[in-house]
């Protein structure tokens, strides 16, 4: 190859651009904003208050047993999980996967979400949700 070259150049250019690309996108995935990732996909439905809105509040999600929020009128499916044996009780982590597959997590559950596929989205979220409870 003779460096001088548009062929080798371009190539450089094009091979510069790619790993550009792959360098970026992990600081791109840890920076998302977990507040505007909520609003996005759970704002409509539920604040990170103790008011209710067409979802049940969030405030002391952490540690709530699932379906226990008053006055909010749950699906039975999500009552029997509060009801097990162990009671379904939230974390990050049964958050986590509840937001990953709502339907699947909790059969016949009311939430309309559809799954939120990304890890990384779903962090950003819990994050949040922690951060905007913790103070309620």
Not at 54 to 82: C, D, E, V, W
Not at 107 to 123: D, F, G, Q, V, Y
Request: with cysteine.
């Amino acid at each position: 190859c003779d460096w001088s070259s548009d062929v080798c150049s371009s190539d450089l250019v094009l091979a510069g651009a790619v790993w550009a690309v792959v360098l970026a996108a992990p600081a791109a995935s840890a920076g998302l904003d977990g507040e505007k990732q909520f609003k996005r996909k759970c704002g409509a439905c539920h604040f990170v208050t103790d008011k209710k809105k067409l979802g049940p509040g969030l405030a002391g999600i952490f540690g709530r047993t699932a379906g226990t929020f008053k006055p909010f009128n749950y699906s039975r499916s999500m009552k029997a999980a509060g009801r097990a044996d162990p009671p379904l009780v939230w974390s990050a982590e049964t958050i986590d996967a509840y937001l990953a597959n709502p339907k699947e997590y909790i059969p016949k559950n009311k939430m309309s979400l559809r799954p939120i596929r990304k890890a990384e989205e779903r962090a950003a979220i819990i994050k949040y949700m922690e951060q905007a409870t913790a103070a309620q």
